[in-house]
């Protein structure tokens, strides 16, 4: 049973340029949450998807963006970076349903902004 | 604002001794409580999650919930040096599925051999 898988696992952009991470959840998992983590912190919530659509939103500017296909893999679309972007994101997976909704991470994709 | 507080450590504890992490919640409506291990480096790892007040124990580690108090703590017993990470607490506010979690900053735990 693979579990939740995240690519690129590294990557590194200049400032202003846009970037695409994807993931792909555990197997039967129809939840995809994205979530940043700078250096020393914990995770913080950028928006989670469900059934195609961004069902909630964390703190974090429009630049942000995402989006889950039929399959419920999920990509996070970071346009304009910016230095402060450079940050471990990580995906993670759960079932939509009450007291089941345990999310598993992925491996994370670091991001570095030059 | 929905905030998780944990005590960022260095906690030390000695191998063989019970390590205890402790988490404070704001939103008294919050559902579901998560403990996750980060290594170094390395994505969240979850250990356990808790929904009722009490205790739940799995193998070497118990979970404590106390929702009148908002706390949350974590018992590892019998620590091992390959305990030593990051545990980070994490809050679900809705129960329902339909919600981030909100992650405390964690609490850097050390097994001295």
């Known amino acids: 049973d693979a579990g939740v898988t995240q690519s690129p696992t590294h990557l590194i952009k200049t400032r202003g340029q846009q970037v695409t991470l994807r993931c792909s959840p555990k197997s039967g998992h129809d939840t995809v949450s994205w979530y940043q983590q700078a250096l020393g912190q914990g995770p913080q919530f950028i928006f989670q998807y469900y059934e195609e659509e961004e069902r909630q939103r964390g703190n974090f500017p429009d630049r942000f963006s995402g989006h889950q296909f039929p399959n419920y893999s999920s990509e996070l679309n970071v346009n304009a970076l910016l230095l402060g972007d450079s940050a471990l994101y990580l995906c993670?997976?759960?079932?939509?349903?009450?007291?089941?909704?345990?999310?598993?991470f992925g491996p994370g994709t670091r991001l570095l902004v030059l | 604002q929905k905030e998780v507080e944990q005590n960022s450590g260095p906690l030390s504890v000695p191998e063989g001794a019970i390590a205890s992490l402790n988490c404070t919640y704001s939103?008294?409506?919050?559902?579901?409580f998560f403990w996750y291990r980060q290594y170094s480096g390395k994505s969240p790892e979850l250990i356990m999650s808790i929904y009722s007040n009490g205790d739940k124990e799995d193998g070497r580690f118990t979970a404590q919930l106390n929702k009148a108090s908002q706390y949350v703590s974590l018992l590892i017993r019998d620590s091992q040096p390959s305990d030593s990470a990051t545990y980070l607490c994490a809050v679900n506010h809705s129960g329902g599925g339909a919600d981030g979690l909100t992650f405390g900053k964690g609490t850097h735990l050390i097994i001295q051999p």
């Open positions: 939103d008294r409506v919050s559902q579901s």
């Open positions: 993670a997976s759960s079932f939509s349903r009450p007291y089941q909704e345990t999310q598993y």
